[in-house]
């Protein structure tokens, strides 16, 4: 069975960047959708995109457009989230989720990574 590993969270200043890895070991990434997703203390997850099998994103939450971005290196199986502009409310832990239909369905996100912290503080 596909394992999803996540790497790159980490402690940043406002307005700063980082950029998360979400490597699948055990099968191909090429076929899945991968979504993105965070949730912060005491709150439940929230959405923020995915990317289709074929390559389009869908972006699920309006306050990360124009700062995250979504790409992929089929060559290293890996998919990564590049954040920037970074803010205190995007605080949170991070995971990625895989859906094998590709499609990127709401309900089809049944294998995850444990997830990552991105803190963002002054």
């Known amino acids: 069975q596909m394992q999803l590993v996540e790497s790159g969270g980490g402690l940043v200043q406002p307005g700063e960047s980082l950029r998360l890895s979400c490597a699948g070991y055990g099968s191909t990434l090429n076929y899945f959708g991968i979504g993105w997703f965070r949730q912060a203390p005491g709150k439940g997850p929230e959405g923020l995109l995915c990317?289709?099998?074929?390559?389009?994103?869908?972006y699920w939450l309006d306050s990360i457009k124009g700062r995250f971005t979504v790409s992929r290196d089929n060559a290293m199986n890996t998919v990564f989230l590049q954040m920037d502009d970074l803010q205190p409310e995007d605080t949170a832990t991070y995971y990625c989720?895989?859906?094998?239909?590709?499609?990127?369905?709401?309900?089809?996100?049944?294998?995850r990574s444990r997830g990552t912290q991105v803190t963002v503080s002054s």
């Open positions: 989720a895989a859906d094998q239909s590709g499609n990127c369905l709401r309900g089809n996100f049944a294998l």
């Open positions: 990317q289709r099998s074929r390559g389009d994103t869908t």
